[in-house]
């Protein structure tokens, strides 16, 4: 008796074991069912059924859906509920897990899936406000007549399908984490932008300006980190004409010491998202119309965070790509217009120091008075833990993400400041991408622009009226010269934002006469040209400037010579700098290591192609020359006041130019160093890392081993990536391929009579690991190709790659 006690024990805590998730580890029990886990998300080609007629609860009219050979629906309704209805439960059949966690990480909830060890993580994107901006635009977007139903008939059909499931037939990811779906709804839809928002603008070097501020004064700032760099080609092509008549310009206060913080260097947006796009007029194309292009760069991830879908109904047939877990095409065309977007790098993000009254933190000193501060308590469900309470404090510039002194989450975030971020505002991005979808005139682009708020775009369109714009867009705060370059002082109402830069006086530029627009996240425009300040600090102007260079030698271009620009992988950082290097670093023994390499580089043709070693030598070596010179005067010391160099326009000046500054010493060592000296010493250091990496200098020194790029599944699982494709380009090319970033959609589009569309990602339409359409399209991609799309113009209309069809109809 007591032995069969005994097994029934043993059995019963075995079973227990086996279906409760144990830290990191999933629940093996559930995973492993043949009947419920993970092998009944395998799915072969032929599983996908070629007719099928599903019924669906809230319809109101028949929806027919036909999918091409790379499974992209092109979605057929008789009006906008049931089209963003259907687009809905479209993507949750086959992005659910993808959209849904992204929602929690924007929400701060990550920790209620994986645990404590998230914590931190979701304090700090509450702290940073994103629930709290996407709550107000939330709001915008319902009582808008337009949009209102769009983001609710959208949330219909992701429920719908969530509605449908059993965990058995979960995603993947639901089951190795031991959680279920759960109803969707606006809000999701709206984080889910925020968290864009806070990928593209959601750094700031404020405090790290603050800090060599206090160091060094005003003209060394000045000289250092300049408000426009010395070799660019701006977004607005100079001397372009004002046509507005500009608002007065706030003046300039007087400046305040900004406090330091300590430095800790982790989890910032990269500085290399960013992005191309450009279009060419029909007086410089082929086929006499316009050709759009675009390829936005982002963090490249399995799934991918496009979605290909063609939505067609009374008013509207647009093809492009989505964001998952939100309704429209946010980049696409239809049969008279395309559009596109790149990352502005406007300075919409500001540090406000807060005066509190005393320890309690519930009055804050402001124009004289002491002010309330709200005070909102977060309540983070921590999964096998009890919920924790976090009280984050609200001024009317902003959240206080760190109100004491700690480690923050993220490097730039100063102790003590309050956050002003144009992601906290009411906007409604939803209601621009709806009428983009429509959009066929340049009025109806411009139109649509005007809602838009964040995170702010550079907005490229072409039209078959023969129209070509670029719209550097979004809500831009009206500020005085150089606000916001450093921490301000949140006492005084002079150093706040001074209203907003009115959407028609953006800086755009339409139909110039050089026939051509484009936007690299380069300068939006010269300041002589333009009356108000946007930012001082843009990305390189490396890529704008070889687009620009390029372009302006097409006089026929196609679809193929604007693929091939994005393909580009010439280095005119290389082109400039690598020669005066080789200068510097003089002769050295041609059998040396060293010599060897200098060898290589005078023949280099400043390719980054995925098979050439000289940008593995060059980027090594001139990232060390950087470092050398600048390491000690602005340390990135994790124990010291956290500093950045000055921008690469202007540190290859001095390289150039200045051969006598006083920035090249090491002030650290009693000898003096020069620019030969620390040359060959950065020379030596980068052969000697490829040479402990690789062995002696061969063809193991590849462009592609170096840079490493690796396309991870999201939640970074070992075999459910894409690791070590090989593919050129890098940071500061126009293919900026680097080693976690890279273009996240490549798409050209020639307008006409005849409409012809390219795109591709690296990745594929399904989410699921387990599907052959996972990362279908990754090769196609790497090797820098493009399929055409597939754009019906009704429903009826015959094609050889489209051979499903599906019917869905209300209940």
């Not at 479209?90 to 992005?95: E, K, V």
């Not at 992988?569 to 290389?574: H, P, Y």
Request: contains cysteine; aromatic residues 12%; neutral net charge.
């Amino acid at each position: 008796m007591i032995k069969a006690l005994l097994a029934l024990v043993a059995s019963l805590a075995l079973v227990w074991a086996l279906n409760t998730k144990h830290g990191n580890l999933p629940p093996l029990g559930k995973l492993l069912s043949p009947y419920r886990g993970f092998w009944q998300n395998g799915e072969k080609a032929g599983d996908f059924p070629a007719q099928q007629t599903l019924a669906l609860p809230g319809l109101q009219f028949p929806v027919t859906v036909r999918y091409d050979d790379h499974r992209v629906p092109h979605v057929f309704a008789q009006n906008d509920h049931d089209l963003y209805y259907a687009q809905g439960y479209l993507t949750a059949r086959d992005r659910l897990w993808q959209m849904d966690f992204v929602a929690h990480v924007a929400a701060g909830r990550l920790a209620e899936i994986v645990g404590p060890e998230r914590l931190e993580t979701d304090r700090f994107f509450r702290r940073m406000g994103l629930g709290f901006g996407a709550q107000k635009s939330t709001a915008a977007a319902l009582a808008d007549p337009v949009s209102g139903p769009v983001v609710r008939a959208y949330s219909e059909g992701v429920n719908a399908y969530v509605n449908s499931l059993t965990p058995a037939t979960y995603p993947f990811e639901y089951k190795l984490l031991d959680y279920a779906p759960e109803p969707w709804e606006p809000l999701k839809s709206a984080l889910i932008l925020k968290y864009m928002a806070f990928d593209l603008t959601g750094r700031s070097d404020d405090l790290r300006m603050s800090n060599a501020l206090r160091k060094y004064g005003p003209a060394v700032m000045r000289d250092l980190f300049p408000d426009y760099p010395t070799r660019e080609s701006p977004v607005v092509p100079a001397g372009t004409p004002l046509d507005f008549q500009p608002l007065a310009v706030p003046p300039v206060p007087p400046a305040f010491a900004a406090a330091e913080a300590p430095y800790t260097p982790n989890q910032e947006p990269d500085r290399e998202l960013g992005s191309n796009n450009f279009a060419v007029s029909g007086a410089r194309s082929a086929t006499g119309f316009p050709i759009l292009a675009n390829d936005p760069h982002l963090q490249l991830n399995l799934p991918s965070i496009w979605y290909q879908v063609q939505l067609a109904a009374p008013g509207v047939n647009v093809y492009g790509v989505s964001i998952p877990g939100t309704p429209t095409a946010i980049i696409g065309f239809n049969e008279q217009a395309a559009w596109g977007v790149t990352n502005t790098y406007a300075d919409v993000l500001d540090w406000y120091q807060i005066q509190f009254r005393d320890a309690r933190r519930r009055e804050y000193w402001h124009a004289g008075q002491w002010k309330p501060v709200r005070r909102v308590v977060e309540r983070i469900k921590v999964r096998g833990q009890a919920d924790r309470l976090d009280t984050v404090l609200y001024t009317h510039h902003g959240p206080v993400v760190y109100e004491r002194p700690q480690t923050p989450f993220m490097a730039q975030t100063p102790i003590g400041y309050a956050a002003r971020w144009t992601a906290h505002d009411a906007a409604n991005e939803f209601l621009t991408f709806y009428r983009l979808n429509r959009a066929r005139s340049y009025a109806d682009y411009t139109a649509a622009l005007a809602s838009y708020g964040a995170p702010a775009q550079n907005f490229v369109f072409a039209n078959t009226a023969q129209d070509i714009a670029l719209w550097p867009n979004g809500r831009f705060p009206l500020k005085w010269r150089e606000q916001g370059k450093y921490l301000l002082d949140g006492r005084d109402p002079a150093q706040e934002w001074q209203g907003w830069i009115p959407a028609a006086q953006n800086p755009h530029v339409k139909n110039p006469a050089r026939d051509f627009v484009s936007s690299a996240n380069q300068s939006s425009v010269r300041p002589e040209d333009y009356p108000y300040y946007l930012n001082w600090d843009y990305g390189s102007s490396e890529r704008g400037l070889r687009i620009n260079q390029r372009l302006g030698r097409m006089p026929r271009a196609t679809a193929d010579s604007l693929r091939l620009l994005q393909n580009d992988d010439l280095g005119l950082n290389a082109q400039l700098m690598l020669p005066r290097m080789l200068a510097l670093a003089g002769t050295l023994p041609p059998s040396s290591p060293e010599g060897r390499a200098l060898a290589s580089l005078q023949v280099w043709n400043y390719h980054y192609a995925a098979g050439a070693i000289g940008p593995s030598l060059f980027e090594l070596w001139y990232d060390n020359l950087v470092k050398r010179l600048w390491d000690d005067d602005f340390p990135l010391d994790p124990k010291g006041p956290a500093y950045r160099y000055p921008a690469r326009d202007r540190t290859n000046t001095l390289i150039l130019k200045e051969d006598s500054s006083r920035w090249i010493d090491d002030r650290r060592t009693r000898a003096r160093e020069t620019l030969p000296l620390l040359a060959r010493q950065s020379l030596r250091w980068a052969v000697d890392s490829l040479t402990r990496k690789y062995g002696p200098q061969s063809d193991k020194w590849r462009w592609a081993a170096q840079k490493s790029t690796d396309v991870l599944h999201l939640l970074k699982l070992p075999g459910f990536g894409v690791m070590d494709v090989d593919c050129g380009g890098g940071a500061g090319i126009v293919n900026a391929t680097t080693e976690r970033t890279g273009p996240s959609w490549r798409m050209v589009v020639e307008l006409g009579p005849q409409l012809r569309a390219y795109g591709v990602y690296p990745g594929g339409q399904s989410g699921n690991p387990g599907s052959p359409f996972y990362n279908s399209m990754m090769e196609t991609w790497r090797v820098g190709q493009l399929d055409e799309l597939v754009f019906l113009k009704n429903v009826h209309e015959a094609n050889p790659r489209v051979a499903t069809s599906w019917a869905l109809k209300g209940q």
